[in-house]
């Protein structure tokens, strides 16, 4: 391999270009979407059919096949490539770089992806194993070397397939890359039990929210002479009985329509160069979630923020306590509002901000974009009693997410550790 690795490899460990599995035959030629006219636009989106698969679309190891979007597939079936299946091990490399997952179980027989995402397919599973690929693609040794070849940082950060076939993968003895995947398996079973948990606590959070928020329930129970079903009546007397137009359409009588930017402060993080990033300290937020972590923080307590850079531009996240947010993110403080974020956040959510976006070659949300953007402002006592009723839920939520970085973190710093000899791993060994 021409690559030099900066350390020595254990024995029995060796270094390969991905072109050289390739023609060993190990792995398919990596691919990845449809470029030029080809690519499918916008507006060729439908409700169902074929998933469409962007770089924002790997979270958590996984492919967001629910959020993402979707093509039809006769327009799947006149594509030349990017045609991605199970067990693949997809990697981002534009814009967005070094994002992963493993294509899990679907009810498709394949998914597209767009010419963010590459996908990396085993073929010899006696020589290389898909999760000790995607355990390697996450670790910080991979990650520095491909930020750095496709310019991480910069608005066109990319690697395409010809200088993806130019990097280097440390491929261990298969009983070791066995070991290695059990591990992170067990790791990742971990996470997705916490990401379940969490995903019916957000159900429990957003049905409040869409019934006293979106749909006025307990205005239209009122209206019909009825009490509010599952609502106490001192509860029930916050609530007013009609409904008014507004530029929104009908709200509840003396509710208010606002800009946003007349109800919080919006600003841009602060930059933080990757090579800052350290591998334990205060979060660090991104546009896609934590990146990292660093020494200090800017902010106390949660934040709502919306991804101002690349494909995720639009995508509402919330931050940890004590987090620091890099200019890849606008920040909504709200320390100066009566809105509080259990309420801005689904709000925002909802809002299907992407079309607020600029930007041709790379989308981006600037403080500017955001200014036309209103938001329903309910009483006061309302809102706080939402809060009330939402912050023991949330908070389960949070605790489960900080988890599920401490056992990303130990996931990713497996391999580094191997190859330091700080740990030792066996085909025998069971637990870290």
Known sequence: MSFDLPFELPVGWEAFTVDELVKNKVIAKPLDGNHGGTHPKASDYVESGIPFVMASDLSGGRVDLTACKFITHEQASGLRKGFSKVGDVLLSHKATIG?????????????????????????????????????????RFFQ?????????????????????????????????????????????KKVTVNNQINQTLEEMA??????WFVDFDPVKAKMNGEQPEGMDAVTASLFPEKLVESELGLIPESWEVRLLNQTSEIKYGKNLPK???????????????VIGYYSSYLYEDE?????????????????????????????????????????????????????????????????????PVQILVPNEDILKL?????????????????????????????LPKLLSGEIELTSRSEDL
């Open 99 to 139: 994002r992963t997952a493993i294509v899990q179980d679907n009810d498709h027989d394949y998914i597209m992806l767009t010419p963010q995402v590459t996908y990396y397919r085993v073929l010899d599973e006696s020589k290389l194993s898909n999760i000790y690929l995607k355990s390697y693609f996450d670790s």
């Open 206 to 211: 957003q049905a409040i929210f869409k019934s």
């Open 144 to 188: 520095n070397v491909l930020g750095l070849w496709a310019g991480s940082g910069s608005t066109r950060a990319y690697l395409g397939i010809t200088g993806q076939l130019k990097l280097p993968v440390i491929v261990p003895p298969i009983e070791i890359q066995k070991v290695i995947s059990r591990q992170v398996n067990a790791l990742t």
């Open 303 to 371: 934040q709502v923020l919306v991804s101002c850079r690349g494909a995720a531009s639009g995508k509402v996240l919330r931050s940890l306590p004590k987090s620091f947010i890099t200019n890849n993110s606008l920040v909504i403080d709200l320390s100066n509002s009566i809105l509080n974020i259990n309420y801005v956040e689904p709000y925002l959510k909802g809002c299907n901000l992407e079309e607020y976006t600029s930007g041709s070659a790379q989308p981006q949300m600037t403080v500017a974009n955001m200014a």
């Open 275 to 289: 090579t800052k990033l350290l591998d334990e300290g205060y979060p660090v937020f991104g546009g896609n979630g």
């Open 386 to 414: 939402f809060d009330e009723m939402v912050k023991p839920l949330k908070s389960k939520i949070r605790a489960n997410e900080r988890q599920n970085i401490s056992l990303a973190a130990l996931r990713d710093t497996l």
